[in-house]
C-alpha cells in the first residue's frame, strides 16, 4: 500500500476545485463533464470543502449562465469555480472579460478540446484556451494527471493572492480522461497553499448593504483607458506570485514545477517548445537522443499568460539554433499559431537589447508547427520529425505533424515504426471492446487495482468514438515502478485482448501486439475450433509474431451467471489471470470488493451472479494452439473479403468518394487519409450510414407475420427507419 | 452639386451591405445600431437589392441568435450578413468558428468598440475584432467613411470569390459615426465588382432536397486535423483575391486600395504601423513631418487576417530602423497586443533567411503601443510623441499615448499645444448642446447642406456621453475644398456655439476656439445684459482670444413659434448667417426643405411653426461687444466659486476618492485623471449621483400643499427618488 491513488485528471482537478469553493456553477460538456459530475456527487454526499462547509452546486441553462452565476457569486465574495471545455468556454467570454476587468480571483478548470469549425469534436485541443487568451485571464497548463491536481492548487493559491482570475487547463481527454497513479494532495496541504489573508480581503471586498459600492459603471472615453491601464500591476505581479506558490508547493510536498521547465542537454541547439500532455513524448525522446549525444531539449510552458517572455528566453541555453513551437490548435489565416507569436516575440525582444546582452550570439531560427488537433495521436516518432526538421539546413517555417497533408505540404513525414525502448518492468496492455460493454469501466477499476495493490503506477486511456455507446472503445493500460509519462498510445503490448469478436472484422487488434505478447479472445468457440473462424490475416499475425493465445467463453459465463450480455468482470478475471501483474487470488479479491461497491444498491443478488461469473471465468479461460494459416471467413485485410467487400453491395455503386473516404473511416483506417481526402467545408455525401452495419445484436428480430397486431409501434421504435409504414386504401 | 454624398460610416457599410443581400439578421447594439436600424427601413420602404429583391430583414432575440441565423441562410445558399460590435460579437463567436469552418461566404460588419472589463463602455477601440481573429474570419479594416464604403464592395466580393467569411471593421463613432462626404458607389459597380458565377456557385451549394449532403457532422481524431488543414488552399487564395478585387474596384471607380499601403518617406527610419482611423492623424502628421525632411512614415494595415506578412514587410522601406506598432485594443497578459505580436512575427521571418536576401540589413527595432481605447483621442500631437520616442536611442518597448500612466510608466508624454497647420480654405466649428436637444441632428444636416450645396467637404463628429438625453454632446464639423481626414477632434475652431446656458458652468467651450473666431451663445440675456452673466473664465477668454460673440434667444424664438423646446433650427440658421459657409439664403431655403421633409408626417403646422421660428432667427441674432473682466457669478474655472465648489456643500464632505476622482468625471477632467487615480477593479464610491447636478429643467416643480390628494404618484414618477413616502400610523 502506498498513499497514492490512480485517477483521472478530471477528478484530480476537480477534487482541488471542490476543496476550495464554496459555489460551484456547472453545465457540464465532454470532456469537462466529469469535473461537474463529481462535484455534483461529493455535495450530494454532503463532502465539506476546505472551511467545513458543503459547496453549493448550481446547474445553470448553459455554459453563458454557469460563467453569470460564477462572475455573481465573486462580486458577493464567495469563493467560486466552474469547469467547461470548447464552445461552452466560448459562452463564458463576456463574463470572462468582466471577471478579469474586475480583479475577481476564481480559476476555471478546462479539459482543453476542439472547437467546431468544418465539424464538430468532442475531442482534445487547445483552440478553445486560445480564443480565450485575449480575456485578461491568468493562464495555467498541465500537462499530467499529476500536474492537474497540483497545478490546479497552485492556479486557486495564486488566484486568490494575485486577484487575476485563471484559466486552469490541460488536454481534453489526453491528461482528462487518463487514469493515472499520481501522490494525492493532503487536505491540510491545500489549506495550507491558500493564503487566508487573501481569502478573508476577498471576502471582504464582496457586495454587503453594510458597505455599498457602484459596480458595472459604464465609462466614457475620458477614464475608461486609464481604467484599463489601472490593472497593469496586477499582471505584472502574477509570474512571481505563481512562481512563489509553486515554491511553497515544492516545500509542502517535494514536487517541483516552474513557470517554464527546460529538460535536455545543456548545450543544446535544438529546442522544442510547447505545452500540455505533448511535453509527454518529447521529453521522453529528448532523454533518449541525449543519451544519445544529440544536443536537444524540451522547454515546457506551464503559466502561458501572462506570458513569461524574459523567464523563458532565459531557460533556452545559449548555444540554442534552432526552436521549433508546437501549438495544439489552428488559426486559419494568422501568421503562426498564439504560443509560435509569443515565443517568436519573446526571443525577438530579448535580442533587441544593447549589443553584448544578447541571450544568444546570433538569433536562433524558430518554426512553428500545428500538432495533436482533436486528439490527433503525437508520439516519440513525430516529435523525432520534428527534431529531425530542426536539424535541416532550411526546414519548413510552418509545419503540421501527425497527418499527411498533399494539399500544402506543410506536413513532416514521420518513421512510423519508430519507437522508444520502454522502461524496464513495464507491462503494456491494449483491450478492444464496445462502448457500453464495460471494458472501459473494468480496465480503471483494474488500474486502480494494480496502483494500491502492488504499489506500481498506473496509466489508463481509452481511445472512444464519438458514437458512443456500441462503438469500438480501445483502452491503454501501462504499469511499471516509476510514473508513466508517455502520454501517447500504446505500441508493442505485451498483452491484447479482444472483448467482442466481431470487433476482428474491423479492427486490426493483433497490429500493438509484441512478438511473444499474450492474446485474449472473447469468443463462443472453443480452443480447439476458433482457429478456423479467425480472419487469415489475423491467423497470419500470430504466427508470425509468435503469440500466446487463449479463449475464453465470457458471454456464456455471464449468461450461466444470469448477467446478461455484462461480460466485463469475467474479461478482467481472466486479464489478471494472464498478465501475471500481481497473484491471481488477490486480484479475484479485489475484483470482488469492487462488485461490492459497485453494486451494492442493486442488492445482493447482483452481487452473487457477478461472484459466479468470476468463479467460473478461470475455468473457462483456455489456451489456444496456432493452427496452420488457412484462407478464413474473412480475411480482415482489406483485400476485399473481409465484411466491407463481401457483405456490402453497395461498394462496388458507391460514388467515388464514398468508396475512397467514407469507406475508409468507416474500416477505421481514416489516420491514413491524408487532408486532399476530406471535404474541406465539411459536406458529406448523405445515405452513407446505410454501409457502416455495426452488427452489435447478438439477436436479430424476424418478423412473425401470424401474430402481427399491425399496432404499427415496431416503426416507431425502429431507430433507422429500417421499418416503414405504408398506407394503403382498403382494396389494396 | 457633385455627385458625393454626406453619410457616416455606419450608413456607408449597411447601404453596400444590403444591396448583397437576400437575409439580414439583425440585433443592434451601439455602435453598429444604425447599419441595422437602416437595413430594417430601407426593407420597410420596400428598397430591393441588386437582385430585385427586398432583402429579409430577421430580428433575433440576441446577436447569438443573429449569428445563428446568418449561419442557416447561409448553408441555404441565401446571400446574408448581420452587424454588431462589442460583446454582440463575442455572441457570434462560436457561430463564427462554424461558418468559417465551413467555408460560407458572407460578411459582419463590424463598428468596433470596447469590450466591457472594469467596466462597460460603448465606445470605439478593437478589442471586439481581435477577440474574433481566432475565428478563421479573413479580417478587412476601413479607416474612413469612404472606405467603411469602398471596403465593404470588396468584402463582399472577396467572400464570395474565395468562400472566406469576412469580417469588415471600422472603429466604432470614429467612423461609424463620423458624417463625411464621400463618393459614393453605383450600384452598377456594385455588381460590377461581384463575380456572378461565384454567386451562382454559392447558391448551388445551398441546401436542397434536390441535392442532399450531410453537413454539421462530428468527426474524430481520425480525421479532424486533416480537415481542418483541408481549408488552406482557401485562405492561401485570400491575400491576392482582396487585391484583385481592389484592382477591379480601382478600375472602376479611380479610387485604390492595397492590401496594406505605405505613406511617407522612401528612405524612412522610422515607421508606425496601425489600422483603423488612427491612419488619419499619422498620415497627416507624417506629411508634414516629411516636408520637413524627417524620414518617417506610416503603414497602413487593410487586410489583417489573412495576414500578409511578406506584403507588408515589403512595403516598408529597407532603410527602416525602428517601427512603432500601434494597438487600439489591449490584450492583458499577453507579450503584446495582436497587431504588434503579429509584425514582429512577419519581420522575424522575413530576416530568417539566407545571408543577403533579407529585406533589412539590420532587423529594425519593434516597439508596440496601445492608443485610442474606448475613443479616446488620438491626435497628431500623440502621434508626434511615437515617432519622437522611436528617435530615442532605447525607447520603451511597449508604451500607451494619450493618457498618463502614473503607475506603470508606460505613457508617452506629448505636448498638448501641438498643432498641425489646418488645410488652405477650412472651416471648423465646435457645438455644445445636450443629448436630445436637437444640436446634434441640425449639426448632422448642415454637414449635408454644405456639401451638396457648395461641393465642399464636410466632416461632422459628435462626442456624445454614455448617458446619452441630457448630456453634453459636442459636435466637431470640418469644412472645405479637399477631403478631411483629420479623424480627431476640432482644436483652433473657427466658430463655437454653446446651444445651452447652463453648459457654460461645467464646461470649458472656448478651449477651442482660435484667436478671432465667432462665438454664438444661446441664452436669454440680451447683447448689452449677457457679458455680466458670463463666467469670468470666458470673459477674459473672449478678450484674450479677441473672440466675437453673438447671442440669440433661440429658446424665446422657439417658444413663441410654439416649437417648446426645439431651439435646433433657430440655432442652425445662426450658424450659417455667422459662418458664411455658403449664402444665408440658400441656406434657409434648404434648411426649410429639411423641414419639410422630416416632419412631413407631423403636418402642415409643425412645418408652419419651423418655417416661423427660422424666419425669426435672423432678426434675434445679435452681436455682443466684451465689457471689461469682472468677477462674475462664477468662475467657471475650478476655483470654487462655479457650481460644484459653490453649490454643492457637500464637497467639504467628501472622501478623498469622491474630491479627486468623481468630482473631476463630473467636471469633466477625466481625459486629465491619471491611471493611479482609477479604481482598478471598477469599483466607486456609492451615493455619488447627487453630486452631478444636471440642471437640465428650465422649470421646477414646487409641492402645493393646499392641493396635494395625497395619491402618491409623485413618488413613483420620480426617477431620482427625491420624492419618499412614508407611512404613519393614523395618530401621527
Known sequence: MTGRVCVDGNEAAARVAYSLSEVIAIYPITPASPMGEHADDWAAQGRPNL????????????EAGAAGALHGALQKGALATTFTASQGLLLMLPNMFKVAGELLPTVIHVAARSVATHALSIFGDQSDVMAARTTGWAMLCSSSVQEAQDLAVVAHAAALESRVPFVHFFDGFRTSHEMATIDPISDTDIGAMVDADAVLAFRSRGMSPDRPDVRGTAQNPDVFFQGREAGNPYYAAVPSIVARAMDRFFARTGRRYGLVEYVGAP???????TMGSGCGPIEELVGVMVGEGERVGVLKVRLYRPFPSELLVKALPPTTKAVAVLDRCKEAGSVGEPLYLDVRAAIGEAMSVPPGEAPFPQPPRVIGGRYGLSSKEFNPAMVKAVFDELAREQPKRHFTVGIKDDLTNLSLDWDREYQLPRPAGEFQAVFYGLGSDGTVGANKNSAKIISTATGQYAQGYFVYDSKKSGAMTVSHLRFGPSPVRSSYLVSGADFVACHQFGLLERADVLAVAKNGAKFLLNCSWGPDEVWGHLPSRMQAQILAKDLEMWVVDAAGIAGAAQLGGRINTVMQVCFFALSGVMPIEAAIERIKGAVEKSYAKRGPTVIERNFAAIDAALAGLARVQAGERAVALFAGDGTGTDWLGAHLPQQGKSPDFVQR????????????????????????????????????????????????????????????????????????
Open 51 to 62: 472551511w467545513g462547509e458543503v459547496p453549493e452546486i448550481v446547474e445553470m441553462q448553459s
Open 661 to 732: 473516404v467514407t469507406l475508409a473511416l468507416i474500416a477505421g483506417e481514416g489516420d491514413d487519409l491524408p487532408t486532399s481526402a476530406l471535404p474541406a467545408d465539411g459536406r458529406f455525401p448523405a445515405g452513407t450510414s446505410k454501409l457502416e452495419k455495426r452488427r452489435l445484436a447478438t439477436d436479430i428480430p424476424v418478423w412473425d407475420p401470424s401474430i402481427c397486431t399491425d399496432c404499427g409501434k415496431c416503426v416507431i421504435v425502429c431507430p433507422h427507419a429500417a421499418l416503414r409504414m405504408k398506407v394503403f386504401s382498403p382494396e389494396a
Open 267 to 273: 548545450d543544446a541547439e535544438r529546442v522544442a517548445v
